[in-house]
């Protein structure tokens, strides 16, 4: 309900708040700080996170962590957790088109980007960056979420960062694209383990909770010879 809940809220902000003059002045104000703002090494740094978690590059890593976590979880369930990923990330494009939301006029900028004429809310970068944490969360054994959660919050909010010192986004873009990949994984995952779900997915035999899947108190802990 509350991953619900924050669906609509995401969709309703991109919807009637970010249209609004007042509110995107405010916005590029931020951006047009940033980008009077620029170092080398700041924009070497903030091109490389580009590259890495663009959505092309962050699908392929999703489709590398699924493969290597099917031994650890199982291949059902690393099939079904890449099929929850990957619908996070077509989810919002849809909803890039949905709000249809311009990213900020590079003409006001002093270090404008490259035009992009895609929309900008919510931002891809920022979604799959999300994205990746949350299917780590969902592999890795529950004892290294102690680091993994807060380095994920930095992982995320480097790469919410650097899409605002580029240009490329308003801070409105980046931070709605962490709130989306949340609720609509959290939405999803939750979906997938209703009874209407799982029979669906027992058809094409990808039910995750299948006899020869490992149970849900022990999603992804592997051997402990696997550790060493």
């Given at each position: 309900m509350t991953a619900a809940a924050g669906l609509v809220a995401v969709t309703l902000v991109g919807l009637v708040l970010a249209p609004l003059p007042g509110w995107t002045s405010g916005e590029l104000s931020v951006v047009q700080w940033f980008s009077a703002h620029h170092a080398p090494a700041w924009d070497a740094a903030a091109g490389l996170i580009g590259t890495v978690v663009s959505p092309p590059v962050g699908f392929v890593l999703l489709l590398v962590t699924c493969a290597v976590a099917a031994r650890w979880i199982g291949l059902r369930r690393a099939a079904v957790l890449l099929g929850i990923a990957g619908a996070t990330l077509a989810g919002?494009?849809?909803?890039?088109?949905?709000?249809?939301?311009?990213?900020?006029?590079?003409?006001?900028?002093?270090?404008?980007?490259?035009?992009?004429?895609?929309?900008?809310?919510?931002?891809?970068?920022?979604?799959?960056?999300?994205?990746?944490?949350?299917?780590?969360?969902?592999?890795?054994?529950?004892?290294?979420?102690?680091?993994?959660?807060?380095?994920?919050?930095?992982?995320?909010?480097?790469?919410?960062a650097s899409r605002v010192y580029l240009g490329l986004h308003y801070p409105l873009d980046v931070t709605a694209a962490a709130v989306y990949a949340v609720c609509a994984f959290a939405f999803l995952s939750a979906l997938v383990m209703t009874r209407p779900a799982r029979r669906l997915l027992a058809v094409v035999h990808l039910d995750p909770c299948a006899p020869d899947a490992p149970s849900s108190d022990q999603p992804s802990v592997p051997p402990e010879g696997d550790h060493a």
């Open positions: 919002g494009i849809v909803l890039k088109v949905l709000v249809h939301r311009p990213r900020p006029d590079v003409a006001l900028l002093v270090s404008p980007p490259p035009v992009d004429t895609s929309f900008g809310y919510p931002s891809g970068h920022t979604t799959v960056a999300t994205v990746l944490v949350l299917v780590a969360l969902a592999v890795l054994p529950r004892r290294h979420r102690a680091w993994l959660v807060p380095a994920g919050v930095v992982l995320v909010a480097a790469v919410a």
